[in-house]
Nanobody, 126 residues
Framework: QVQLVESGGGLVQAGGSLRLSCAFSGGTFSDYAMGWFRQAPGKEREFVSA????????RYTDSVKGRFTISRDNAKNMVYLQTDSLNAEDTAVYYC???????????????????WGQGTQVTVSS
């Protein structure tokens, strides 16, 4: 059974940075495209970023382009989300997710993800 465990969240001042990590276990990591989603209080879960199985292709929601960077290390079974220039609108619980897909596909639809982590809280103070 695939398990995902996020870490790296916390409280940060506006303009600051956090590096979120997601540890994958219980399967073959390279078989899965990976994504990050977030859910703010009172709002629906939204797509943030995705990376293909190969690590070559990446996608971001418009509000984080130029500020967030997704990466994966297939040797360590890890996916990361570097978040820079954080602002109050980035405050949310961030979730890591895994989707079986083709090698160069990025997945933005949360309905196509097979496994989810428990989430890590990111709070940005203004």
């Amino acid at each position: 059974q695939v398990q995902l465990v996020e870490s790296g969240g916390g409280l940060v001042q506006a303009g600051g940075s956090l590096r979120l990590s997601c540890a994958f276990s219980g399967g073959t990591f390279s078989d899965y495209a990976m994504g990050w989603f977030r859910q703010a209080p009172g709002k629906e879960r939204e797509f943030v970023s995705a990376v293909s199985r190969s690590g070559v292709f990446r996608r971001y929601t418009d509000s984080v382009k130029g500020r967030f960077t997704i990466s994966r290390d297939n040797a360590k079974n890890m996916v990361y989300l570097q978040t820079d220039s954080l602002n109050a609108e980035d405050t949310a619980v961030y979730y890591c997710a895994a989707s079986r897909g083709s090698y160069h596909t990025t997945v933005t639809d949360d309905g196509r993800y097979d496994y989810w982590g428990q989430g890590t809280q990111v709070t940005v103070s203004s």
